[in-house]
T-cell receptor
Framework: GAGVSQSPSNKVTEKGKDVELRCDPI?????LYWYRQSLGQGLEFLIY????????KSGLPSDRFSAERTGGSVSTLTIQRTQQEDSAVYLC?????????????FGPGTRLTVL | DQQVKQNSPSLSVQEGRISILNCDYT??????FLWYKKYPAEGPTFLIS?????DKNEDGRFTVFLNKSAKHLSLHIVPSQPGDSAVYFC????FGGGADGLTFGKGTHLIIQP
């Protein structure tokens, strides 16, 4: 079956512009996660959704970051007024239900470059 | 402050030998640990996990050992194969913790030499 897909695969933008990243989870998976990996760093957890609800948004790096999920499926991560330090690979994962014991399946990521 | 540390950025092992990847953690609330494997341009894939009530979990060529008193875990791969060449991430979670996200280390690049 289809795995987690993300679009675009690569995004180059100018500092100050807004960007929107999209994640399509595995069909039937109720939990969805966003992570980012900056150069030379591990994956940094940003936010997760159970259904359409995000119980904890404290992992988002700043108020320029927002995420939403509609219909219990597709999620978008929006970064407003991008900065160079936002350059990273943004990874999305989904799992059948939330909870650490449930395997998270990752998408290939979106590589964001802010010039 | 990094809560999950992988102090070896890279490791080179001869094909057929044992690969040992190490991971240390500082958060005593972590009670579930995972290893993920990542190939270039792909997302990480789950490899093996261990709960804090165990000290060993084995799955084929892969074994994870957990030493809670030392806050240390390791992944053993034996025998190592060329397809094992990848970046390996150690991750941890607090079961029942509100965030449900995983805390990852920086990864270790394993290179299997023929």
């Amino acid at each position: 079956g289809a795995g987690v897909s993300q679009s675009p695969s690569n995004k180059v933008t100018e500092k100050g512009k807004d960007v929107e990243l999209r994640c399509d989870p595995i069909s039937g998976h109720t939990a969805l996660y966003w992570y980012r990996q900056s150069l030379g760093q591990g994956l940094e957890f940003l936010i997760y959704f159970q259904g359409n609800s995000a119980p904890d948004k404290s992992g988002l790096p700043s108020d320029r970051f927002s995420a939403e999920r509609t219909g219990g499926s597709v999620s978008t991560l929006t970064i407003q007024r991008t900065q160079q330090e936002d350059s990273a690979v943004y990874l999305c994962a989904s799992s059948l239900v939330s909870g650490a014991y449930n395997e998270q399946f990752f998408g290939p990521g979106t590589r964001l470059t802010v010039l | 402050d990094q809560q999950v540390k992988q102090n070896s950025p890279s490791l080179s092992v001869q094909e057929g030998r044992i690969s040992i990847l190490n991971c240390d953690y500082t958060n005593s609330m972590f009670d579930y640990f995972l290893w993920y494997k990542k190939y270039p341009a792909e997302g990480p894939t789950f490899l093996i996990s261990i709960s804090s009530i165990k000290d060993k979990n084995e799955d084929g060529r892969f074994t994870v050992f957990l030493n809670k008193s030392a806050k240390h875990l390791s992944l053993h791969i034996v025998p190592s194969q060329p397809g094992d060449s990848a970046v390996y991430f150690c991750a941890a979670s607090e079961f029942g913790g509100g965030a449900d996200g995983l805390t990852f280390g920086k990864g270790t690049h394993l290179i299997i030499q023929p």
